[in-house]
């Protein structure tokens, strides 16, 4: 293995146990070198602040989340069409969020850090879930699942609509997460079954 890729993963594994444990707030770039064993200009000279480690520490397990959870190794064909797999693979995504202990810690307590990742230019996390969800909505134009349309424009309708579903579904009160993951199906296959229109406006 590639010592300084070690470093690095050794490095934002100790700042995300620092962040589990203490909070955002509270993690700081000499706590995180005590925990990862290097010393504090080794991450000076890698990271200018702590917000950006932290930024870096959410986005990997962000997309360590979307890898283990989108259903990447089936394919279609047979009995799971393409729209059939987006749609369970996206809720399923969301779910696994909902479980996550780094995204439940943020949102339970520092909310304000993931807005540079709603309100800005998509980040790494949007483009890899953008690239995902095109492949599959290619597939369920060929095999007919998915109604015609551009890929583009469904994909990041589908990948704003999970984005709510993450950030938002605190705010819904007692309902119960399995319920709004059922709208949620619902909702995304509707949008893409065939047959269904949207207004050009």
Not at 68 to 90: K, Y
Not at 107 to 119: G, H
């Amino acid at each position: 293995m590639d010592r300084s890729r070690h470093s690095d993963d050794k490095i934002l594994d100790a700042a995300q146990s620092a962040l589990l444990d203490l909070g955002l707030r509270n993690t700081t770039l000499a706590e995180v070198a005590r925990r990862a064993g290097a010393s504090r200009m080794t991450l000076y000279r890698r990271y200018p602040d702590i917000d950006a480690l932290l930024t870096e520490v959410l986005g990997r397990q962000l997309i360590r989340v979307v890898r283990r959870n989108a259903g990447l190794q089936e394919s279609a064909g047979g009995d799971r069409s393409a729209r059939d797999l987006l749609v369970t693979g996206t809720v399923e995504v969301v779910r696994a969020f909902h479980g996550d202990l780094l995204m439940h810690k943020i949102l339970e307590s520092d909310a304000e850090f993931l807005l540079p990742y709603l309100t800005r230019e998509f980040g790494p996390l949007q483009h890899y879930a953008l690239d995902l969800l095109s492949v599959r909505l290619e597939q369920g134009h060929e095999d007919g699942s998915i109604r015609p349309g551009s890929v583009a424009l469904q994909a990041r309708t589908v990948l704003l609509t999970a984005q709510s579903f993450v950030v938002s579904a605190r705010a819904t009160g007692p309902v119960p997460v399995d319920r709004l993951l059922e709208e949620l199906t619902e909702m995304l296959d509707a949008y893409l079954r065939p047959g269904h229109t949207v207004s050009a406006g």
